[in-house]
């Protein structure tokens, strides 16, 4: 989504919004043939059931270190129940310790080795960890256990839309929809990927029923909101952030996005405090505080600016687009050596990229290097031949430079491109006439008259006509 010129972004719609599930463990194991324990091995016993059951109520609260001080007091009074290591090992995949978390289902599986559900729970976290292969292996494994359990199927298809297998994903979470006709996870996931495949209304549909099941599901709005931006609903996009936020303020992705819809309509300061926010949230993601920078840039808040784009660049040096951005604005306050060291900077990081070289040529071309302003130019077309702005900028430099047929050239190209370029018609129909080509020269200054009567350009009208009076003369 274009909102400034010559940036770009885009609404996430956030691959299967609701990302790996986690099931719930369950009640203590039992054993129909086991012993009648004592009374005091009975008491231990119930008190890490106690233990167990304050580990998921905190689990529930989010309360994931207090969770896993239960947890372990589970284990620490009956090491051979293998439910507290699930639990566990749900949390600390939580909190990003999946080698813990591994141990720990691994652990449960010595002890419950045909339970499905630590399965499920293992390949959540083996992808978590980096290892699809296990991660598929793992719930493959959970489906053949048990064929009803739809977490599995979610999950499973929530992997293989990570590879852009969407055929299989659907598949999956059609499985688990059958399972479970009302799950609302499944929903999300599979609307995502059908929104992959272009059928935007079956993924409406399926975003709009899992709302019905569970209004106060944050992800599955950011989803819907992603969807509706998708078909140019703007209003309805930035209903869906918002209510998004509402119920789930730390929601970064809600803020994100709507920052984004929100440019794009021109409201440049809700986008911007949008940012302010995301930015509070994911302290350490460069492209937020680039995107912040540019919208700052528009609003004339050049220092703020510049503090952006610098610290994008802390975060990550090697950003092309912000260095191209901050060179942007030192051209914009006068700094023309300063833009082009940025410039070149991108370029070196980057070298086939054609904004910053048409830009650099830009600048080059208003410090009189012509030359290196043609360069810059020609390098831009070879990395994106199919950009019009860059033969018309061409041209104007084969023109400046006496290059008359180049330029010709250059202007006749950015018009097959563009056949409503009305300023390579004019400057076409300029350079015919100074080629002796009378006919042609009226021809483009005709379709340059009317094509700045068509955009309501009442001073390009009038010189069109001007010159075309003179031509006939």
Known sequence: MRFIRRTSSHV?????????????AFAQDTKPDAPKPTPEVAKQLQEAQNYFNQGEGRARDAKYREALESFNQAIQLNPTWGTPYVGRGAIRSKLGDYSGALQDFDQALMLNPMDAVVYAHRGSAQFANGDMSSALNDLDRAISLNPNLAVAYVNRGYIRAQSQNWESAIADFDQ??????????????????????GDRQAALNDLNEAIKLQPKSAEALIARGAIHHEIGESKAAIADFSQAIQIKPTAAEAFYNRAQVNARLGYLE????????????????????????MIRAVLENHEGAEADYNQALKLDPNFAAAIKSRGDLRATMGDKQGAIADYSQAVQIQPNFAGALSQRAAVRSQLGDRSGATQDLSAAIAADSNNPDVYEDRGAARMESGDLQGAVEDFSRAI????????AFYQRGILMGRLGNRQSAMADLQRASDLYLQKGDAEGYRNTLNTLRQLQG
């Open 12 to 24: 996430t719609a956030a691959i299967a919004a609701f990302g790996l599930m986690t099931c719930s």
């Open 176 to 197: 688990a929809l059958r399972v479970e006709p009302k799950f609302a996870p499944a929903l999300v996931n599979r609307g995502f990927a059908k929104l992959q495949q």
């Open 416 to 423: 097959s491109l563009d056949s409503s370029r009305v300023d």
């Open 270 to 293: 809700a986008a911007e405090a949008d940012l302010t926010k995301m930015a509070t949230l994911n302290p350490d993601r460069a492209a937020v505080f680039h995107q912040r920078g």
